[in-house]
């Protein structure tokens, strides 16, 4: 027999899962190997930091592969979120929203993430919810630019709520010439 033999056929669907399931996996070991080296509170820093800059790429990324610059509008940009999630979460993020003016109300009932931090045992389970509102955020802002993000998390599974709830504002950005403009925000 010669190497390299041929690769096993997988579909896509099975890929797409597998591939999901070992970026979880990775992400997983990555914080656990983190909090061994620098413990627990300078990991979950590190990796919120790491988590909402990955963010923008993930954004970029499923952007490209649906061949849009953009989202079209808040909804739009809630299904790329979601078609992302389930390719990464394999089904296991379990969210709802709310649309009103001007934002959404998210509710989240399970998190993958959330479920594997608790199974982690250690000290705290909260450090996906540390990066969570800035990661939606930072997704939000990717998908819809020239827009002014805000999130508040008022509920969180990790802080031992029954459910995730993040109320979201999307405003057009008032652009270089509004007060915000000397903010240093960016």
């Not at 930091?49 to 849009?68: P, S």
């Not at 078609?83 to 989240?108: H, K, Q």
């Not at 630019?145 to 057009?172: F, N, S």
Request: charged share 30%; glycine share 10%; hydrophobic share 40%.
């Amino acid at each position: 027999m010669q190497w390299p033999a041929e690769p096993y056929p997988i579909s896509g669907d099975k890929a797409a899962a597998l591939m999901g399931s070992l970026a979880l996996a990775w992400d997983g070991q990555w914080f656990l190997k983190a909090v061994e080296e620098f413990g627990l509170e300078a990991a979950m820093r590190l990796n919120s930091r790491v988590r909402v800059a990955f963010g923008k790429i993930e954004m970029r990324e499923t952007l490209r592969a649906l061949g849009k610059k953009s989202a079209d509008d808040l909804v739009d940009a809630l299904r790329i979120i979601m078609t992302y999630s389930r390719l990464m979460m394999n089904d296991r993020l379990e969210a709802t929203g709310d649309l009103r003016p001007g934002g959404v109300d998210i509710r989240v009932r399970r998190c993958f993430v959330a479920e594997n931090a608790r199974r982690a045992h250690l000290d705290r389970f909260d450090q996906a919810c540390l990066a969570c509102p800035e990661l939606w955020r930072t997704w939000l802002s990717v998908l819809l630019p020239g827009h002014d993000v805000g999130i508040e998390a008022t509920a969180q599974l990790g802080r031992g709520d029954g459910r995730c709830e993040m109320t979201v504002q999307v405003r057009p950005d008032p652009g270089p010439d509004s007060e915000r403009a000397g903010s240093g925000r960016g």
